[in-house]
Structures are given as structure tokens and as C-alpha cells.
């Protein structure tokens, strides 16, 4: 575990804002679909796998009642990764949605919303499975510039960013710790 972020990082989020921000964001999705009893959280992978993880434990003790959680492969419907998305296309990316999705509601996960691709690409993947009550969005960082007419639903912080900079979001399931930093771009 790194004890300091590189030279060219700055922390916005510690571990403790993070936990902070996924529990509000929890709370936020319980009132605004009364209750938890209806809904799947899809987490994009892999960071918005493990956060969509996260909430589900977390919603799960707020409500008590189970939420499932499940890995969401956008791959084979990203319209600029077309290596990816022609190996992908061969699988089923996204064995854990269930077959039936009709009365959920299903909550798309991901750690950072910039152009708005990735998540269009996680609606794809939603509804080629079947047609949900509704689809929502919960961001772990919104930092703008979007490309598409995309607005996530519940949001842990925004993050005013130059299109220049990067995002990074570590968790400790993937990186060994938990926080989000801005890397700013190469001097030229």
C-alpha cells in the first residue's frame, strides 16, 4: 500500500469521505424508491462492481432485506473498444442479471461519470436482458463533460475537472485502499 499518492495526485477523497458518500448515496436511494424490497444494483467493472457491492451490504442493513448485487460487463456495447467489444460479444458478459427484470428496479453503479458512454453502454447491456421498472444511476464522483444527454440520480461527489486531468478511484478490494485522487495533467 502506497503511503503517499504520486507527485502527480491530489486526494479528494479519503477512505473515510468515500464510505461517508456510499452510505448518503444509500440512504438517497432508499427515499427516493421507498424502500429497498424492488431493486438490483448493477455495478460496472470492475470499481463500480465493487462499490455496487458495497451498497447492496450497506442497503441490506439499512432495510434489511437482501439486494443483489451483480458484476455488469459493458464491454461488448462500448462503441470505442472495438477489440473488446468483438472478443465480448462471443460470452455472456453478464451471467448474474436475472432473466426477468420486469418490476425492478435496477441502479447502475460506477465509480466516475465523464462522457456519459460507459453508462449509455450499461443501459445497452440492462435492456438487451429485458425491460426494468426503471433504470437509475449512482456515481461514486461526477466530474462532467459529458458527450451524452446522461445525468446520474445519485451522486457522492462532484468533481469540476479539466478534460486534461484523470479521475482515479482506488478500492481496497482492487488497490489495497480506498480513495479518490485528481491526476493532473503532464506539464509540457
Given at each position: 500500500m502506497p503511503d503517499?499518492?504520486?507527485?502527480?495526485?491530489?486526494?479528494?477523497?479519503?477512505?473515510?469521505?468515500?464510505?461517508?458518500?456510499?452510505?448518503?448515496?444509500?440512504?438517497?436511494?432508499?427515499?427516493?424508491?421507498r424502500?429497498a424490497?424492488?431493486?438490483?444494483?448493477a455495478?460496472v467493472?470492475s470499481r463500480?462492481?465493487?462499490?455496487a457491492?458495497r451498497?447492496?451490504?450497506?442497503l441490506?442493513?439499512v432495510?434489511?432485506?437482501?439486494?443483489?448485487?451483480v458484476?455488469?460487463?459493458?464491454?461488448a456495447?462500448?462503441d470505442?473498444?472495438?477489440?473488446?467489444r468483438?472478443?465480448a460479444?462471443?460470452a455472456?458478459?453478464?451471467?448474474g442479471?436475472p432473466?426477468d427484470?420486469?418490476?425492478?428496479?435496477?441502479?447502475?453503479?460506477?465509480?466516475?461519470?465523464?462522457t456519459?458512454?460507459?453508462?449509455?453502454?450499461?443501459?445497452?447491456?440492462?435492456?438487451?436482458?429485458?425491460?426494468?421498472?426503471?433504470?437509475?444511476?449512482?456515481?461514486?464522483?461526477?466530474?462532467?463533460?459529458r458527450?451524452?444527454?446522461i445525468?446520474?440520480?445519485?451522486?457522492g461527489?462532484?468533481?469540476?475537472?479539466?478534460?486534461?486531468?484523470?479521475?482515479?478511484?482506488?478500492?481496497?478490494?482492487?488497490?489495497?485502499?480506498?480513495?479518490?485522487?485528481?491526476?493532473?495533467?503532464a506539464?509540457?
Amino acid at each position: 500500500m502506497p503511503d503517499q499518492l504520486p507527485d502527480d495526485e491530489v486526494l479528494v477523497m479519503d477512505a473515510d469521505a468515500m464510505r461517508r458518500a456510499l452510505t448518503r448515496i444509500c440512504y438517497e436511494i432508499v427515499e427516493r424508491n421507498r424502500g429497498a424490497e424492488q431493486l438490483l444494483l448493477a455495478g460496472v467493472r470492475s470499481r463500480g462492481a465493487q462499490l455496487a457491492a458495497r451498497m447492496a451490504a450497506r442497503l441490506g442493513e439499512v432495510e434489511r432485506v437482501a439486494v443483489p448485487a451483480v458484476d455488469l460487463d459493458v464491454r461488448a456495447y462500448r462503441d470505442d473498444l472495438v477489440e473488446e467489444r468483438f472478443e465480448a460479444q462471443f460470452a455472456d458478459p453478464n451471467p448474474g442479471l436475472p432473466e426477468d427484470l420486469s418490476g425492478l428496479t435496477v441502479i447502475i453503479v460506477d465509480d466516475v461519470l465523464y462522457t456519459g458512454r460507459t453508462t449509455r453502454a450499461a443501459i445497452d447491456a440492462v435492456m438487451d436482458v429485458g425491460r426494468p421498472a426503471a433504470v437509475q444511476l449512482a456515481v461514486l464522483v461526477d466530474r462532467g463533460h459529458r458527450e451524452l444527454p446522461i445525468r446520474a440520480d445519485f451522486v457522492g461527489k462532484n468533481l469540476p475537472t479539466a478534460v486534461e486531468e484523470q479521475v482515479v478511484v482506488r478500492v481496497a478490494e482492487v488497490d489495497g485502499l480506498d480513495e479518490v485522487a485528481i491526476r493532473k495533467a503532464a506539464r509540457r
